[in-house]
């Protein structure tokens, strides 16, 4: 029972989840301490859009994308900045890799920096841009925009009340959450990196396990934060990517590190879970080859960023090859492509086309190169 089902749901919040808690929160604080200096000059030089929207796409989570979206919209970045940005995200699985190998997670992003620079400028030299046949009322007004999505590219007080309403309930579970993380940071770093045994910690403490309590403790209480905000798959709003307080950071911070944690503990559950009872150690996939690259950039195409935790998770367990990641990373678009669809249905669908192009090309290439 500790072997099949606690220990992996502890080395989920141990091994990526308490990492997770401090990089979002670390970049929540600079996003809230320097705001939008960077998207505030794209409208002044927009031949830089594709370099700035790659940048904004590779940094963790989905925040740096997402700011875009209404900048598109009201028609102050081009297409190719959109797309730039949309190829480089890796949404929230990049805290996962992150989490499990920081060396391996900067060269995947290095990837993905130049796979979605070179991109966003062939779309903008190729003069591609769904928007340009609306017409610029329309583009100050989509049509069809839903609450929360206000036509000058934020969120309207109705949503901000919506939002807070649903945050309250989470207050009590994100200090605990945070409660546990401290701790858990604390035991999770010699234990991972192998700086001490873990069977000396257990002794120490007269036999309770530091590493499995605290890791079983903080899985849960993620699983009553992911619950508490009904499980949604979008945990990155326009409204969270501009944090008005330090406050408000740490709770969403919590809400995302929990999002994560709950997908990657199905990852690794279901994967233990497997192995154990069939004997399946993953060799035996078909995920493999130009199939696993094709198959990898076809669910990158699923919005949101549920289903590629998981798929990053399954390589991090040992069950996907390399090529098959970097096509999934590439073309997955995470939690930003669900406010373009909101405002830009037509640019939201060629956009996801299109980054699955360089996510075979890419995925292809390294079929050969490996």
Request: net charge positive; charged share 10%.
């Amino acid at each position: 029972m500790t072997e099949l089902v606690l220990r992996p749901l502890a080395d989920a919040f141990m091994q990526v989840g308490v990492y997770v808690a401090v990089m979002v929160a670390l970049f929540g604080a600079l996003r809230w301490r320097y705001g939008d200096r960077i998207t505030d000059g794209l409208s002044r030089r927009r031949r830089l859009g594709p370099l700035v929207g790659a940048l904004l796409g590779v940094s963790p989570g989905c925040g740096g994308a997402i700011v875009l979206m209404p900048l598109y919209a009201r028609g102050k970045v081009s297409f190719g900045t959109v797309v730039a940005a949309l190829v480089a995200t890796m949404g929230d699985s990049s805290w996962v890799v992150l989490a499990w190998n920081p060396v391996f997670a900067l060269q995947l992003h290095a990837l993905l920096f130049g796979v979605g620079l070179v991109t966003g400028y062939v779309v903008d030299a190729l003069g591609i841009d769904p928007a340009r046949a609306v017409p610029r009322r329309a583009r100050l007004a989509p049509a069809g925009t839903p609450v929360g999505l206000a036509a000058a590219g934020g969120p309207d007080l109705t949503a901000s009340r919506r939002l807070l309403g649903g945050l309250a309930p989470q207050v009590p579970a994100s200090t605990a959450f945070w409660g546990l993380t401290t701790p858990a940071f604390v035991v999770s770093v010699p234990v991972v990196f192998q700086l001490v045994d873990p069977a000396a910690l257990t002794r120490a403490l007269g036999g309770v396990d530091p590493y499995l309590a605290l890791g079983v403790l903080g899985t849960l209480t993620a699983l009553l934060i992911f619950a508490a905000g009904r499980g949604r798959l979008a945990d990155d709003t326009l409204e969270t990517a501009h944090a008005r307080s330090i406050g408000a950071t740490l709770r969403h911070s919590a809400h995302e590190a929990s999002f994560v944690t709950v997908w990657v503990a199905v990852a690794y559950l279901g994967w233990q879970v497997l192995t154990t009872t069939t004997g399946f150690d993953g060799s035996q996939l078909a995920l493999t080859g130009i199939v696993g690259v094709l198959v990898g950039a076809a669910i990158g195409l699923i919005p949101g960023c549920a289903v590629q935790i998981v798929f990053t998770g399954l390589y991090v367990s040992g069950g996907l090859p390399l090529p098959t990641l970097v096509a999934n990373a590439i073309s997955q678009d995470g939690d930003a492509l669900i406010p373009l669809a909101a405002l830009r249905r037509q640019s939201a669908a060629v956009a996801t086309v299109i980054t699955t192009i360089p996510a075979a090309v890419v995925g292809a290439a390294l079929l050969v190169l490996l």
